[in-house]
């Protein structure tokens, strides 16, 4: 007998739901349902480099950084992931901002590019779901960025392009949402989101 007893620390998993779309395939709105709707999740806000748009506010949508910094804290190793996703235009994940979510017991969901996205799945595998919303049609994807209005010319052409090619991803995610109607979609990404959030049970017969 050693003396010694042992205290099994029961630490709860630290769990990621990953939305991710191409540009205009309507996931940000999925995304803030499913906050609204659900006390378990909270939001990993990012820092990005691009311009605040109207009715954004620093550190609710964004924390919204100039290049200097956010080179900085590349060179500092705080990103868990980040990503060139328009030219000159970054956009990360903080680590502080992840673990402050694990420290409250919630689930880190995030809205972030298909390549953000596959990075996560790789540094966190089984603890991290990740879901693609995928629009319709390619034409659908084009109106909807069209019709949003927030971008001039230049940046409305990147998004189409970059749009195009993040289509091609879908198969490489947990889960493919197709976007028809919005109240159908929902309900399934949050289905999606319901089992894996399931405690794992055995059943003994
Ligand atoms: P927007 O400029 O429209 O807010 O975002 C442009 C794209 O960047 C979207 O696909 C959005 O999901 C993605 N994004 C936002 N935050 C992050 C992040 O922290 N990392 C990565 N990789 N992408 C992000």
Redesign the pocket.
């Known amino acids: 007998m050693s003396g010694h007893s042992f205290t099994r620390v029961l630490i709860p998993p630290r769990k990621l739901v990953v939305?991710?779309?191409?540009?205009g395939a309507g996931?940000?709105s999925i995304v803030r349902k499913l906050l609204q709707h659900n006390a378990d999740l909270a939001f990993?806000v990012?820092?990005?480099t691009?311009e605040k748009?109207t009715g954004e506010e620093h550190a609710n949508?964004?924390h919204f950084i100039s290049v200097d910094d956010f080179k900085k804290k590349i060179a500092a190793n705080e990103?868990a992931?980040?990503?060139e996703?328009?030219p000159g235009?970054f956009?990360?994940?903080?680590k502080v901002e992840m673990d402050k979510i694990w420290n409250q017991r919630k689930v880190v969901m995030?809205?972030?590019?298909?390549?953000?996205?596959l990075?996560l799945k790789k540094q966190f595998g089984n603890d991290c779901l990740t879901i693609f919303i995928a629009p319709p049609s390619k034409e659908s994807l084009i109106n909807r960025l069209k019709n949003r209005g927030?971008e001039d010319v230049n940046s409305l052409k990147a998004?189409i392009k970059r749009s195009e090619e993040?289509l091609s991803y879908a198969d490489k995610f947990d889960k493919v949402v197709v976007n028809h109607d919005f109240d159908t979609a929902y309900m399934r990404v949050k289905n999606n989101i319901t089992n894996f959030l399931k405690p794992q049970t055995q059943h003994v017969h």
Not at 91 to 94: A, C, D, E, M, V
Not at 110 to 117: E, L, Q, R, S, Y
């Open positions: 939305i991710t779309a191409p540009s996931k940000s990993s990012s820092c990005t691009r748009r949508h964004y990103f992931e980040y990503e996703v328009y235009k956009y990360g994940t903080l995030f809205d972030i590019d298909v390549k953000g996205a990075n927030t998004r993040e």
